[in-house]
């Protein structure tokens, strides 16, 4: 009777490996035959236009002429620029939550911080639209300008428009804020004890203790937190269309209006007549995908290696 049920255990745990196995292998693969695919319906626009795919600015369709220069340029510039706003607030939630907020205060506001990776990008498109595109065009934008005198350099010059990079810039900080923050702040948490014990004991006052020892340590896995907002940055749509102006070219002002890929896709794919124009549509896709694929695997690859000097 014993051997009957621990040969039916055996039967069940090797059912259940089996089972567990194939939704594992079923995550990877299905990555895999969506960038085939992917990859499949792009290659009769990368093999005919090449390389000036990537580096023309010309998106004709009327002519068949298609370069996605302007795109891939609206991409990076407005990704950076959200990291370059959000990754400071990002960090400095971080270091308040891990070293300074008592406790009482601490899971209030890691919750309303992390809430902000809750709401839907189309919430904040429609903020966007109605707050912060007005504002913009009638307070800072003409303050920027005018004021502190920077309409001269070629970063703010041209009118207000509203829509533009600048309101991509910043609908994307606030999106990918969450994301650094709570990255941030699991890997501070993971730094061990006996490294603030060691620089305290040595002298060094509590801020010194977080900029010489515990950010130091961290800061492959901080790094990683912010590739990883910056993947999501990259890739987010909804919000980033409502308020960039969806104008194809590329400019180095940041009142102007400006595309990204994810953009551009979204406003011409339901749209698009003929082969060719879909087929550029989705190298727009494919080397989205694999920008943010890239991005991803080194955000992980970061934060995995301070996990791992934590544990060592």
């Given at each position: 009777?014993a051997s009957t049920s621990l040969h039916g255990a055996s039967v069940g745990d090797r059912i259940y490996?089996?089972?567990?196995?194939?939704?594992?292998?079923?995550?990877?693969?299905?990555?895999?035959?969506?960038?085939?695919?992917?990859?499949?319906?792009?290659?009769?626009?990368?093999?005919?236009?090449?390389?000036?795919?990537?580096?023309?600015?010309?998106?004709?369709?009327?002519?068949?002429?298609?370069?996605?220069?302007?795109?891939?340029?609206?991409?990076?510039?407005?990704?950076?620029?959200?990291?370059?706003?959000?990754?400071?607030?990002?960090?400095?939630?971080?270091?308040?939550?891990?070293?300074?907020?008592?406790?009482?205060?601490?899971?209030?506001?890691?919750?309303?911080?992390?809430?902000?990776?809750?709401?839907?990008?189309?919430?904040?498109?429609?903020?966007?639209?109605?707050?912060?595109?007005?504002?913009?065009?009638?307070?800072?934008?003409?303050f920027i300008a005018d004021r502190l005198h920077l309409g001269d350099t070629p970063f703010f010059s041209?009118?207000?428009?509203?829509?533009?990079?600048?309101?991509?810039?910043?609908?994307?900080?606030?999106?990918?804020?969450?994301?650094?923050?709570?990255?941030?702040?699991?890997?501070?948490?993971?730094?061990?004890?006996?490294?603030?014990?060691?620089?305290?004991?040595?002298?060094?006052?509590?801020?010194?203790m977080i900029w010489g020892a515990v950010l130091p340590y961290a800061s492959s896995g901080v790094l990683?937190?912010?590739?990883?907002?910056?993947?999501?940055?990259?890739?987010?749509?909804?919000?980033?269309?409502?308020?960039?102006?969806?104008?194809?070219?590329?400019?180095?002002?940041?009142?102007?209006?400006?595309?990204?890929?994810?953009?551009?896709?979204?406003?011409?794919?339901?749209?698009?007549?003929?082969?060719?124009?879909?087929?550029?549509?989705?190298?727009?896709?494919?080397?989205?995908?694999?920008?943010?694929?890239?991005?991803?695997?080194?955000?992980?690859?970061?934060?995995?290696?301070?996990?791992?000097?934590?544990?060592?």
């Amino acid at each position: 009777m014993a051997s009957t049920s621990l040969h039916g255990a055996s039967v069940g745990d090797r059912i259940y490996r089996f089972v567990t196995t194939a939704f594992a292998l079923s995550i990877p693969l299905l990555l895999v035959l969506l960038a085939i695919e992917v990859a499949v319906a792009a290659w009769p626009a990368l093999s005919s236009f090449g390389l000036s795919f990537l580096t023309s600015a010309e998106w004709n369709v009327v002519d068949g002429i298609y370069g996605a220069a302007p795109a891939i340029y609206g991409t990076i510039v407005s990704s950076a620029l959200a990291l370059i706003i959000a990754t400071p607030l990002a960090i400095g939630v971080a270091i308040f939550l891990s070293e300074f907020a008592p406790p009482w205060l601490r899971q209030p506001v890691a919750f309303l911080v992390d809430l902000l990776a809750a709401i839907p990008s189309v919430v904040y498109g429609l903020w966007g639209v109605f707050v912060l595109v007005p504002l913009l065009r009638e307070r800072v934008m003409p303050f920027i300008a005018d004021r502190l005198h920077l309409g001269d350099t070629p970063f703010f010059s041209g009118p207000a428009y509203g829509p533009s990079m600048l309101a991509a810039g910043l609908i994307l900080a606030i999106m990918v804020l969450p994301y650094i923050s709570s990255v941030t702040r699991e890997v501070l948490m993971a730094v061990p004890r006996s490294q603030r014990e060691a620089a305290l004991a040595l002298g060094a006052t509590r801020w010194e203790m977080i900029w010489g020892a515990v950010l130091p340590y961290a800061s492959s896995g901080v790094l990683g937190g912010v590739i990883l907002g910056l993947g999501r940055a990259l890739g987010e749509t909804m919000a980033v269309t409502m308020v960039i102006g969806n104008r194809h070219e590329i400019s180095a002002s940041l009142f102007s209006p400006g595309y990204t890929m994810a953009s551009q896709i979204a406003n011409e794919f339901s749209e698009a007549t003929n082969d060719m124009h879909l087929s550029a549509l989705m190298g727009v896709g494919a080397v989205l995908l694999f920008i943010t694929l890239v991005v991803n695997m080194l955000a992980r690859w970061l934060v995995w290696r301070v996990q791992r000097q934590g544990r060592a």
